[in-house]
C-alpha cells in the first residue's frame, strides 16, 4: 500500500534531514520545504547517498504563505507535516527577538492554516526542553511545571504549543504530536548528513568536534561550580537517529488513528543526565581524540541541570532512545572527519 506524504518543513536542516530518510526508510513519500538559512542543498544528496531516493525539494520560506499555498496546490496528496522550520539559537533570539517571533510563529500559524482547507490530518511539531525551564525535580515528565521563557527562542516554542492546543481545541480537522526534544547530539552512522552549524558553533558538540579536528584552539566548559557531582552542567544528549525515529511513530499514529486524543505532549531524551565533563569523556574515549578544554565562567542562561523522564513516549508510542552515548561520540566524529575530506570544515 502506497503510504501518505508527508511535508517536511526544515528537511534539509540538522534533525530535519535525519527524520527525511527515517521516512523514506518507512515508505513515506517526502517533501521538503526549506529557505536555506541555514543548511544547504548538497544535503539532499547526502539524503539520496542513504536512502537512495532523492527527496522532493522546495526552496521557500514558510512565512510565505503564497509558496505554501503553492505547494500544497503542486502536492495535493500531503496528509501530513512535519515542522522543524525554525531559528534555533539561544543567544541570537536574544539580539533578534522579532526575527524569532516572526519566523518561527508565522511558520506555525501558516501552516495550521492550510491544514484543514489542504485535508492534512496531524502535524508533528518540534518542541524542546526548555519549556521546562530550570526543573524543580528531576527527571522531567510532561506533567512537570511550564516555566516562564528566558530567551525569545524559548518563548517562541511556549507560545506555539498554546497556539497549536488552541486551534486544536477550537474544532480544527486534524491532530497534532508535540514532541519535546533534549539535547539531539551526533550524526547518522553513515556520516552523508550531520549537524553543520553556521559560523561558531554556539552548542557543545559541533564545537567540541570542530576543537578536536584543529579548527578551534580549545572548548570552554562554561562553569564548573553547579550543583551537580563534577560542577558542571548536566543534559540528556539524545542520538539524532534515534530523535528521527520517534517523528516517523509521531506521524503514523495520527494519520492511521491510533490515539483517540487530538494532541499529544512526548518528551524525547534517554532518561540519563551526562555533564558537560562525562560527555567530553565519552568523546575521548569512543575516538581516541583528545578535546582540549579549560574551565571557564557560566554562560549567562544556562539551565544548571535537566533530563527526561521518557517512559510516556516509551509506552505509548513504542518508542526508545537506544544508541548509546560513545556511538553516538564516534558518529559525531566520523561526520566532523567527513566535513574535513570534502573540504567544507
Ligand atoms: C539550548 C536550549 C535548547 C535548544 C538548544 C538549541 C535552553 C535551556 N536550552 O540547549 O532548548 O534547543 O539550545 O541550540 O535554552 N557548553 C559548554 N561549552 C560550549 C557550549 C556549550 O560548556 O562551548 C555547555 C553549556 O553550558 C550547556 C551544555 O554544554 O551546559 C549544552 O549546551 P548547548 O549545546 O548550547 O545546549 P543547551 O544550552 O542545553
Known amino acids: 500500500m502506497n503510504k501518505d506524504r508527508i511535508l517536511v518543513t526544515g528537511g534539509t536542516g540538522y534533525i530535519g534531514s535525519h527524520t527525511v530518510v527515517e521516512l523514506q526508510k518507512a515508505g513515506y513519500p517526502v517533501?521538503?520545504?526549506?529557505?536555506?538559512?541555514?543548511?544547504?542543498?548538497?544535503?539532499?544528496?547526502?539524503?539520496?547517498?542513504?536512502?537512495?531516493?532523492?527527496?522532493?525539494?522546495?526552496?521557500?520560506?514558510?512565512?510565505?504563505?503564497?509558496a505554501l499555498k503553492a505547494l500544497f496546490a503542486k502536492y495535493p496528496d500531503i496528509k501530513g507535516i512535519i515542522n522543524f522550520a525554525a531559528s534555533k539559537a539561544v543567544g541570537e533570539s536574544m539580539e533578534k527577538p522579532i526575527?524569532?517571533?516572526?519566523?518561527?510563529?508565522?511558520t506555525l500559524m501558516n501552516l495550521l492554516d492550510l491544514m484543514g482547507p489542504n485535508g492534512v490530518k496531524g502535524i508533528v511539531f518540534s518542541?524542546?526542553?526548555?519549556?521546562?525551564?530550570?526543573?524543580?525535580?528531576?527527571?522531567?515528565?510532561?506533567?512537570?511545571?511550564?516555566?516562564?521563557?528566558?530567551?525569545?527562542?524559548?518563548?517562541?516554542?511556549?507560545?506555539?504549543?498554546?497556539?497549536?492546543?488552541?486551534?486544536?481545541?477550537?474544532?480544527?480537522?486534524?491532530?497534532?504530536?508535540?514532541?519535546?526534544?533534549?539535547?539531539?547530539?551526533?550524526?547518522?552512522?553513515?556520516?552523508?548528513?550531520?549537524?553543520?552549524?553556521n559560523g561558531v558553533p554556539q552548542n557543545l558538540i559541533p564545537f567540541l568536534t570542530q576543537t578536536a579536528i584543529g579548527i578551534r584552539k580549545e572548548l570552554s566548559v562554561f562553569g564548573d561550580d553547579y550543583d551537580t557531582p563534577d560542577g558542571s552542567c548536566i543534559r540528556d544528549f539524545i542520538n539524532v537517529v534515534d530523535l528521527a525515529k520517534a517523528h516517523v511513530i509521531a506521524v503514523a499514529r495520527m494519520l492511521e488513528d491510533?490515539?483517540?486524543?487530538k494532541i499529544e505532549i512526548f518528551n524525547l531524551?534517554?532518561?540519563?543526565?551526562?555533564?558537560?565533563?562525562?560527555?567530553?569523556?565519552?568523546?575521548?574515549?569512543?575516538?581516541?581524540?583528545k578535546v582540549p578544554h579549560k574551565i571557564v565562567g557560566r554562560r549567562p542562561g544556562d539551565?544548571?541541570?535537566?533530563?527526561?523522564?521518557?517512559?510516556?513516549?516509551?509506552?505509548?508510542?513504542?518508542?526508545?532512545?537506544?544508541?548509546?552515548i560513545d556511538d553516538t561520540m564516534r558518529s559525531a566524529w566520523a561526520w566532523q572527519c567527513k566535513l574535513r575530506e570534502r573540504g567544507i570544515m
Open 269 to 289: 531524551g534517554t532518561g540519563i543526565g551526562l555533564s558537560v565533563k562525562e560527555l567530553i569523556a565519552s568523546f575521548e574515549r569512543a575516538t581516541g581524540v
Open 127 to 197: 518542541s524542546s526542553c526548555t519549556v521546562y525551564g530550570e526543573p524543580d525535580v528531576n527527571p522531567v515528565t510532561e506533567q512537570s511545571p511550564i516555566k516562564k521563557a528566558t530567551s525569545p527562542y524559548g518563548n517562541t516554542k511556549q507560545i506555539s504549543e498554546e497556539i497549536i492546543t488552541d486551534v486544536i481545541n477550537s474544532g480544527a480537522p486534524f491532530k497534532s504530536v508535540i514532541l519535546r526534544y533534549f539535547n539531539p547530539v551526533g550524526a547518522h552512522p553513515s556520516a552523508e548528513i550531520g549537524e553543520l552549524p
Open 303 to 324: 539551565i544548571e541541570k535537566v533530563w527526561a523522564n521518557p517512559a510516556h513516549a516509551n509506552n505509548v508510542l513504542g518508542w526508545k532512545a537506544e544508541t548509546p
Open 258 to 261: 491510533k490515539s483517540d486524543e
Open 31 to 66: 517533501v521538503i520545504i526549506d529557505n536555506l538559512s541555514n543548511s544547504n542543498r548538497d544535503v539532499l544528496d547526502g539524503i539520496e547517498r542513504i536512502s537512495g531516493i532523492r527527496p522532493d525539494f522546495v526552496e521557500a520560506d514558510c512565512t510565505d504563505m503564497e
Open 99 to 106: 526575527l524569532y517571533y516572526r519566523n518561527n510563529l508565522n
